[in-house]
């Protein structure tokens, strides 16, 4: 089956917990949004980072080569809308958000080889023992319908799409599922750069 071609990465959350743009954090060099888009790049992926447009973004971020920016088509929706903006520009995304530090390409290539063997359904939710990770989880235009409507009628939360006809869960593999932390706060960023490397 063919697999997806692009990687939605949602930027467009406020920061306000982390106190300043998580996306903007730096590791050897290089910000978390940068190494996301370059990890998107090398699995072949086409990079949309959704909720910002790229003069947000430091100058000298080369995060900014080559990927396409798109704000929320209705601002203010979290995740749920940026998912919604993000499937009127690709017929499917991966879907990630910005303070994955620990996403890279072997992660990246699992989910799009992973929702190329379910291209059937409307989406595949990956979970791992915490629950539903809807933020490393494929998603297909096929759902938009169900996602307006969730967005009319008040409900952002992303979980809930589990409900919906079409939606397959995967389990991730017990190697995978450590790099899915995401770092909301000054010390879970203080937390992640102390982790062991390798």
């Known amino acids: 089956m063919t697999p997806p071609h692009c990687l939605a990465i949602m930027a467009g959350g406020a920061s306000t917990r982390m106190g300043r743009?998580?996306?903007?954090?730096?590791?050897?060099?290089e910000t978390v949004l940068a190494r996301l888009c370059r990890?998107?790049?090398?699995?072949g992926l086409r990079v949309l980072v959704i909720g910002r447009e790229a003069r947000d973004q430091p100058d000298a971020d080369e995060g900014r080569a080559d990927a396409t920016w798109l704000v929320d088509l209705v601002p203010g929706q979290g995740p749920l809308g940026g998912l919604a903006t993000a499937l009127q520009a690709a017929e499917s995304v991966l879907m990630i958000g910005?303070?994955?530090p620990a996403l890279g390409e072997r992660e990246l290539g699992w989910l799009r080889d992973r929702a190329a063997e379910h291209a059937d359904r409307d989406a595949l939710l990956c979970?791992?023992?915490g629950g539903i990770e809807p933020l490393f989880s494929w998603y297909h235009r096929r759902l938009s319908p169900a996602i307006v409507q969730r967005l009319r009628d008040g409900k952002r939360a992303l979980h809930d799409l589990a409900e919906e006809a079409g939606v397959a869960r995967l389990a991730v593999p017990d190697w995978l599922a450590p790099s899915l932390v995401n770092v909301n706060t000054p010390a879970e960023w203080t937390a992640f750069l102390a982790r062991p490397r390798g």
């Open 21 to 29: 743009d998580k996306s903007a954090l730096v590791i050897a060099g």
């Open 39 to 43: 990890a998107g790049r090398a699995c």
């Open 127 to 129: 979970e791992t023992r």
């Open 98 to 100: 910005c303070d994955m």
